[in-house]
Every structure is written in structure tokens, then in C-alpha cells.
């Protein structure tokens, strides 16, 4: 079977091995396709891979010997999942893969909210504190997380991870979450409404799917509900937040802080407003790649081709 992989670049910048997956076919490996080479590049392949090359209904039919579309990620929106059905393949994605490397980076995230190592640690290295005429300064409040409660919207695998690391650190944690799991209620996490979590939280942290419901979720008038100087994390998909609202919430101090590896267009256009908002912290989606996390994300991809040529596909999306 002819095997193409369409944009391996970020998930194998040179530090990992394509060869348990060349061990299962003719293997073609691309670090990136733009858009007008993409039906080019699969031919007559059977298998291909994508991490966030779009397959659309329009690639899809102009390629038919395709069997197997293998996403380099969880997410699938990249992939026109009917036309994919329509045709008769399999759509199979990679879940679970980061869990602890995306709860890890989301507390990193709330840290850094809390203290700004990174700045203080710029500020010292310019030579600010050798100027300093008392032994210590800070640049910002200082946050202690003891006591303070973290409101989780969603609470599958990775909000699951992020909340026992909260728990860690002293805090309360209240959950939304449509899918209600009594045996994780404990006297230091329990479920409420989004409106009671809104009012509750001093952290509010995204790990929700993104759905026509849930765009734009963190709006202005959710933030309106929230508690005066609520700090904002999502490692989960930007356009969960309209990023005017937030920016401008930012600027009034309405929210303290926000911290964000993921932008509703990415990369960003310049005029994206939360790179020059106040308080706020971008890093560029790499919540996920840790070398550990990208080294489990091969190792199932190649799992994935395994078991479709088995006749028992897994981790089906469609």
C-alpha cells in the first residue's frame, strides 16, 4: 500500500522515526503540502495522513483511491467527514495521546498568570535588579492558589488531569460539563451550571470541544457573569473565545489575566487582539508536543494503519 503523509513537519520536526510506519507501506513523507499540490501529492496513494492539511469534499472525490485517512491529531475538523463516508473511508484520528502534556502546559500557564517567572527572569537578566535599592521587586501582583477554585468548562481526560493538579496546589474546582461523572465529586471538585461556575471561579480554564454551541462561548456577556478579575486559560480551540471581547475585558481589568496556546486563526494575523492585549499570554499551540506526547501520537498513528488493514479500524471518527 502507497502511504503519503501530508504535513509530518510538526509532529516529527527530526527528533522521532517514520519507520514503523514506512514498515507498512510504501511510504511517502511530506513536512508540508500547500493547498495546490494536495491532490497531486496523494496520487494514487490508499492511505494518507494529515495533521492540518484540509481534505475537502472537492480533494476527496479527485482521489480515488483513497481507503484511509489518518488524522496526525485529535481533532478532524480538517477532514470533510461526509464526503469521507459518502466514499466509503475510514476516518481515524488519535485520542488520548496528550493528555498529560496538555494538563501539564495548561498549569504552566496558570503559574506563569500567578508570578510571570518568564518576566521577572527577563527583567533580572537586563539588569533591573542589580539597580534594585531593596533586596527584592516585583513587576505585578503576586497570586497565591491555595483556597481559590478553578472552574473547569468540560471535564474529559485532560480536564480530569488539569483538576487533580489543581487540587495539588491547594485549590477548589467546580466542573460544567454535559456528561456528569458523580464518582469524580469529592469535597474538593463538584458539577454546577456555567452560571455558577462563572460566578464561583477565580481560573476559568477551557477543555471543551468545539461545536456550532460552544464558538464564541467567552463573549462579553459571559465574561460579564464571571467573578471581577477571573484569570482565563484555553489549550483547547481558540474560537471557543471571541478575542475582541476578551481583549477589551483585559484592558478595562475586568479579566486579570489570560493565558492562550491557541488563537481562532493560527498562525495569527498581526491584528489579532490579544497580542497587544494587557494581561495576556500567547504561546503558539504547542500545549500537545512534548516529545513524549508526539513519540505515543506516532506510535497509535501506526496502530491506526495496522488495525484498518486488519479489517478492524480504530479510533473511527465517521
Known sequence: MKIVVLDGATLNPGDLSWDDLAGEGQLTVHDRTPPE????????????????????????????????????????????????????????????????????????????????????????????????????????????????????????????????????????????????????????????????LYAAADVISLHCPLFPETQGMINKEAIARMKPGVMLINTSRGPLINEQDLADALAAGRVAGAAVDVLSCEPPKPDNPLLSAPNCLVTPHIAWATKEARERLMGIAVDNVVAFKKGTPQNVVN
Not at 502546559?105 to 506563569?112: C, H, I, P, Q, Y
Request: a neutral charge.
Open 37 to 196: 499540490l494536495v491532490i497531486e501529492r496523494i496520487g494514487d496513494a490508499e492511505i494518507i495522513f494529515t495533521n492540518k492539511t484540509v481534505l475537502s469534499r472537492e480533494i476527496i472525490a479527485a482521489c480515488p483511491s483513497v481507503r484511509f485517512i489518518g488524522l496526525l491529531a485529535t481533532g478532524y475538523n480538517v477532514v470533510d467527514i461526509a464526503a469521507a463516508r459518502e466514499k466509503g473511508i475510514d476516518v481515524c484520528n488519535i485520542p488520548t495521546y496528550g493528555t498529560q502534556s496538555v494538563a501539564q502546559f495548561a498549569a504552566a500557564l496558570l503559574l506563569e498568570l500567578c508570578h510571570r517567572v518568564g518576566r521577572h527572569a527577563d527583567d533580572v537578566r537586563a539588569g533591573n535588579w542589580g539597580k534594585c535599592v531593596d533586596f527584592c521587586y516585583w513587576l505585578n501582583p503576586l497570586t497565591e492558589l491555595d483556597g481559590k477554585t478553578l472552574g473547569l468548562v468540560g471535564c474529559g481526560r485532560i480536564g480530569q488531569a488539569f483538576a487533580r493538579i489543581a487540587q495539588a496546589f491547594g485549590m477548589k474546582v467546580v466542573v460544567y460539563d454535559k456528561m456528569v461523572n458523580k464518582a469524580l465529586e469529592s469535597d474538593t471538585l463538584k458539577y454546577v451550571t456555567l452560571d455558577e
